[in-house]
């Protein structure tokens, strides 16, 4: 077969049998190829995960239609360890067809607990290399050693001299890679047999991309002083010039050329912070003069230029994985906060290129959406892909440990733009914290109503209809969940309407003996938003504002005192808007937004699209029944001609893409 996909996909053709029942101990059915596959078979997937939940959607979205003679193919899923069908009901036992899925299928000659520690969008790799070169039984060292090399590229013996581990690195966390952990204590344990990684941290350096750059970003000043003294050592104290948080070897091989390469997009994708030199206005004249501070317009300038030329080269495509989205979407975020912090000399002639990549990107992220997004709900939690997979994902770190205690600060409308003006806002050097930054896809249509609350419910906007309109229900569906998963009331804490004022009240409620999870939210960014009429740049500059006054970082140094693991996140961004027009739909619309409308059927919505032709009318699985939305077209708004607004609702980059950040203390 040509994909290890094929043998799955084959078993679903379409009218064979309207409800199959499917065990997939590894998840197998959860990656999005084969999500993608089933879809276009026709098909429609449900994961089984919660008794209550599923019985809601089965008898609301399929029961009640079989009931009417119509014909859907439903595909029912569970994870269970056994591989067995026993936990499904018994009626639906009586009733589906039933299949089974596992990796020791697919990979029978491997060790099936290496295998099933990866990604399973690494297998497509593994499954060629497996066809290609017939490994034949393989024991558990060995599988390690065969995915290091051919899913991961590592070779662990051609790794011999500090330049050869200094580019796997880079490669590895600048490319986004995730080793997983089995395979980083072996490829340890196979570099630990060179004496000349004998001082490197490699445990520490392979598992932690933070503090890899960490790392790097402490021994940059060293190699600029090497570079100006003509590739002399700078001094003879050495570390104790340059103070280390780090251990290790404090010369690295910058200059190498297999590690040149990486340098320019280390700075200019903000992974490293130029620093300020004695000789900067030679160096800057040379290849590390990205990596120089020399005045702050001009540092940006540069910058701008550079990133301009990254993004053109890497909008994903239509076929993209939702982590190529997930990435861009970093560097979209970075060119934002760079263009909004003033004029600089070349700004002019930046801006045109800028437009130009707004408008490439806004159209493939579009395509992009509506051919994958609806997938994305049902990937596994960990790490979380949607909102509603964070209470899982935090939910794993409370297992086995009492003592764990987990704070969800829900920053209101903050984008990843604006979270980057947050964090420089902090002065992170003064609170001495750390930020472990990913991201995550917001529910579209991108309303408070919707995706915040599916972030505390832990489940998609269809199992709360009652309620999408508003937020009154968050507190009951964020101590429903964590019920469910059994905690007590007192140990669960939803607290709303933070940003500004003293933090006596929530002192006191974090403060409680029992307390294990803490729900906050923070809606100052999104009041700012609200009565906002200076556009994207308007909102970082009131956000910067926000941001450097103490109210928010005494929050999160609160949280952190009080022994919670602290993540940061949003409900939805925003984006800057111009008016097409408002729809004349009288009182038939159930929400008039400035993004989007809302109506209680396809009708009205059509009948309102037909004077907005390029708006969009979305649906989702995962949304109630009666609730469908009308998008704005890309970059416009429902509001007067040539108005400008900023707000949120629609499906841009900026709208749908959130930060989800670990905040921690830095060491050292």
Known sequence: MSNWRDRILREFAPKVARLTLVADPDGLLLEEGILEGIRERGFELVPFEDHIAFRYAYESRFRSRWDLGEQTDLVVVLRSEDGDL?????????????????????????????????NRGDLDALYEAQKRHAPGRLGENATKEFVLRHVFEVAAELIKQPSDLLRMLLRCHYGGQRIPEPLNMRLVELLRKNPQFDQWPLEKLLADKEAFFTFLQERWSAFLDREANGGASGTAEGQNT????????????????????YIDNLFTEGFLTPVPHDRAESLAKTWVGIGISTSPETDRAKRLG???ENLQATIPVEEAKHSDWLRFAHGWAELAWLVNQGPVETTENLLGNVEEIREKADRAFTDWVLKRYSGLANLPPVPPVMLHHIPRFLGRQLENNDQVKVALVVVDGLSLDQWLVVKNGLDAGKLALLFREQAVFSWIPSLTSVSRQSLFAGKPPAFFPGSIQTTDKEPTLWAQYWAEQGLGVNQVAYIKGLGEGNLETVSEKLSHPRLRVAGLVVDKVDKIMHGMEMGTAGMHNQVKQWAQQPYFGNLLEL?????????????????????????????????????????????????????FSTSLEWDSPGLPEKYYPLLAPARK???????????????????VIVPLVQIERREG
Do not use: M, W
Not at 86 to 110: C, T, W, Y
């Open 242 to 261: 340059y103070p280390l948080s780090l251990e290790g070897p404090l010369e690295i091989p910058f200059g190498h050329h297999d590690v040149r390469i």
């Open 559 to 611: 949280l952190l005192d009080e022994g919670f693991k602290v993540y940061l996140t949003s409900d939805h961004g925003n984006i800057e808007a111009k008016g097409c027009g408002r729809p004349g739909e009288g009182a038939t619309a159930d929400l008039r937004g400035e993004r989007v409308r809302i109506y209680p059927d396809r009708t009205l919505r059509r009948k309102v699209k037909e004077n």
């Open 637 to 655: 708004a429902f509001i007067q001609e040539g108005q400008r607004t900023v707000s949120h609702g629609g499906l841009s980059i900026e709208e």
């Open 306 to 308: 550079r990133l301009i």
């Open 86 to 118: 026993g936990e499904v009901p018994f009626d639906l036992l009586q009733a589906g067809r039933k299949l089974s899925f596992n990796l020791g299928d697919i990979f029978p000659n491997l060790s099936y607990p290496v295998v099933a520690a990866l």
